[in-house]
Structures are given as structure tokens and as C-alpha cells.
């Protein structure tokens, strides 16, 4: 990984986590977990490149002035399976000075329920439509955005769907469009990313 032993890391947008570019890979898997003498962590988060921005995560967030071990792995399908995670390597997170009268970080409200399964339904479907639903979602977030690619990696759809009071719970018209066949499809609300087969057969 580019980052292994980077230290001073802030949530502030001006740090950014790389692993090593995997060619032909189109889905990064980056795993958090605490050094050894730390409280007990884990965290896995998934993203489309194989660099991000550290900012402060809604969920689990990463905690200031400590050390993580990050080990990251590859998909060349977009997250439906997944190579093996590479070495573990550490980051270190800094102290970043308060503002005045600002709580601590640790005393900050945190929303900690995880989404639940993807579900989708009919599945397979006739081409037509399918339910798309998803609860436990951060009350916060109001979109979620859907991608749809075939077995090659291809995108062939795309949209964005509306989250209301933490749950996506939507009917998604594909209007005979795909072919019968084997797609994925992937949601990604926040800093969740959810892979499902979809088989589409007539």
C-alpha cells in the first residue's frame, strides 16, 4: 500500500489513503483494525478508486491520535468477489487541535446502527421491475445511488434512488431494457457499499 507507515493523517479533507493501482481492478476494499494495546476496532469500507479522502465516518469513525492497521484487497467485478487482502501496514491518525468550546470527539453523537441485507425482488426478474429495499440506513442520508454493470464489468444503468426516515425502499423500472442474463448490482448509500446478483431471465 502507498500510504504503509504514513503518520499526521487529519479528518479535515486534506489527507488522503492510496493503496497500490491493481490493473484492471474497478472496486478497493480498505480494512481498519485497532494495534495491538488499543480497544478492539474494525472497519471495512469500500471504494471505486483506489484512493479516498480520510474524512470523520458517520459510522465507527477512526479516532484522533491513534495507529491503525489497514490492509486493502481488490475486485475486478465491483465488489461481487474479491482477491485476497495484501499485507497490513499501519496509518496514524493525528491530534487535531479543538476548536473553541468544541466537544471532544469522543462525546460526539454518532449514529451506530448498520444497514441491514439488500434485498431484491422478484430476483430473477422478467426484465420488467424489481423492489429494491434496505433499512437501517443513517436518517441523514436521503439518496442512494444504484449502478448496474454486466459480467464484463460494464455499466448499463445507472440512477439514483430516495431514502426516507433510514429506509430505501423503491421500485426500480428497467422497462425490458437488459438482456436475460446475470448483472450486478450495487448501492451505495454513505460510506456503504452493498453488492447483489441480479438474474434476469424471461
Not at 494495546?37 to 484522533?64: D, E, N, V
Amino acid at each position: 500500500m502507498i500510504s504503509c507507515g504514513a503518520t499526521n493523517l487529519k479528518f479535515n479533507g486534506t489527507s488522503t489513503i492510496s493503496a497500490t493501482e491493481v490493473p484492471g481492478a474497478n472496486k478497493y476494499q480498505f480494512r481498519f483494525t485497532n494495534t495491538a494495546g488499543q480497544p478492539a476496532y474494525a472497519r471495512t469500507i469500500a471504494f471505486p478508486t483506489r484512493s479516498f479522502t480520510l474524512t470523520p465516518w458517520l459510522t465507527k469513525p477512526l479516532k484522533a491520535g491513534r495507529t491503525y492497521n489497514v490492509q486493502v484487497r481488490a475486485s475486478f467485478d465491483n465488489g461481487a468477489t474479491w482477491c485476497d487482502y495484501g499485507p497490513s501496514c499501519t496509518v496514524k491518525i493525528s491530534w487535531t487541535p479543538l476548536t473553541p468550546f468544541a466537544e471532544p470527539r469522543g462525546y460526539e453523537a454518532e449514529y451506530t446502527e448498520e444497514p441491514t441485507e439488500l434485498l431484491l425482488y422478484p430476483n430473477p426478474t422478467n426484465g420488467d421491475q424489481v423492489r429494491i429495499q434496505l433499512g437501517g440506513i443513517d436518517p441523514e442520508l436521503t439518496i442512494a445511488t444504484l449502478d448496474i454493470t454486466d459480467l464484463f464489468g460494464k455499466r448499463v444503468m445507472s440512477s439514483t434512488l430516495p431514502i426516507n426516515d433510514g429506509e430505501l425502499n423503491s421500485v426500480l423500472s428497467l422497462d425490458g431494457d437488459l438482456a436475460d442474463g446475470l448483472y450486478i448490482l450495487t448501492i451505495t448509500v454513505g460510506e456503504y457499499v452493498f453488492n447483489e446478483r441480479l438474474v434476469i431471465t424471461r
